[in-house]
């Protein structure tokens, strides 16, 4: 009787055990599903990844002191899942040249590695310095002698202007290397290669309202001057940084952002453009669909046309279906 009693109690036991590990490996499981539902940010989505956005687009490189002829073509976009500026360079002297940019993150700096297809390799980094990207290092001659470079990226009146100095003496004197100016390689430089301002300026607004439908920041920031106003119908007035944070966002969503009838008027260097802008979309995932009148200012500078400040009317009565 004692032996049938133990064996009852063996069963009874070895079925609460089986119970058990089948409640645990329920729970188990469910965690790891929950886990693969939760969001994950992506890697390298911190501000600090983004400190060199103004570099990115397609850009016709310009000598500094020669300033209408083009010197090179850069193209400089996001790899990696974001996490890697790949810079291809083109130069009209037969140069060709590739670098990739990060952030690293363990050391907090930029770093870049640079090559061409004349076998040179550049090690530089370091990060910003009064609104400026500067990053150094050295490189190496064909005798082995060492040479240190620093370079130089700032935005500016919609472009980009990379400036180097090197040194032969350990830091000791330094000495201009190059002064590029990067404009965005659009049908804007080849209006400007014929010296149509006017194009220019509708070219330039064209991309401008293109710019804010994709919620393109990067190539806002280009195209904005630094001290840009925009005043709208009723009263209100934004200023650069507060289109780039809301472009940024992405609380606006658009499906339409397009403008027609523009004409533009020209008074030496300062030129502006009327047109009709049609906004479509949501905000904060609320629908909205109007027409306004607009006028934009540009002002000719050393590096092309800058749109300075805009005006907007209130929106337009909707004509009766």
């Given amino acids: 009787m004692q032996i049938v009693k133990a064996n009852a109690q063996r069963i009874k036991f070895g079925r609460l055990t089986v119970f058990v590990l089948f409640i645990a490996g329920e729970i188990l499981l469910s965690m790891i599903s929950l886990r693969a539902k939760l969001p994950t940010s992506a890697p390298c989505s911190a501000s600090e990844y983004h400190e060199f956005d103004f ?15 083009v010197v090179g073509r850069t193209r400089v976009h996001r790899i990696l899942d974001g996490c890697v500026l790949l810079e291809e360079y083109e130069g009209t002297n037969g140069l060709k040249g590739q670098s990739f940019t990060l952030y690293d993150r363990s050391r907090r700096i930029w770093h870049q590695s640079w090559v061409t297809n004349g076998g040179e390799l550049l090690v530089i980094e ?33 472009g980009v202007r990379e400036t180097a100095v090197s040194s032969s003496d350990g830091g000791k004197a330094w000495q201009p290397w190059f002064n590029l100016v990067f404009r965005p390689h659009t049908s804007v430089d080849a209006a400007n290669a014929s010296g149509n301002d006017g194009k220019i300026v509708e070219a330039l607004d064209t991309e401008y309202q293109e710019a804010v439908k994709k919620n393109d920041a990067a190539r806002m920031d280009r195209l904005l001057a630094d001290n840009f106003v925009l005043v709208t ?49 949501t905000e904060n995932g609320k629908p909205f669909d109007y027409t306004v009148w607009f006028t934009d200012t540009y002002v000719r500078t050393a590096t092309g046309w800058c749109y300075v400040f805009g005006q907007s009317s209130l929106p337009l009565p909707k004509a009766p279906e």
């Fill in 55 to 69: 570099w990115l687009g397609d850009w016709d490189a310009y000598d500094a002191a020669e300033p209408t002829i």
């Fill in 233 to 281: 119908g009723s009263g209100e007035t934004y200023t650069k940084a507060d289109l780039l944070q809301e472009a940024r966002s992405g609380r606006v969503v658009y499906e339409h952002q397009e403008d027609t009838a523009q004409t533009v008027r020209l008074w030496g260097d300062t030129a502006t453009i009327t047109a009709k802008l049609w906004e479509k979309g």
């Fill in 126 to 158: 370091g990060g910003l310095e009064g609104g400026e990207m500067v990053l150094a290092g050295a490189d190496h001659a064909a005798d082995g002698k060492e040479r240190h470079i620093r370079g130089t990226w700032k935005s500016m009146n919609g």
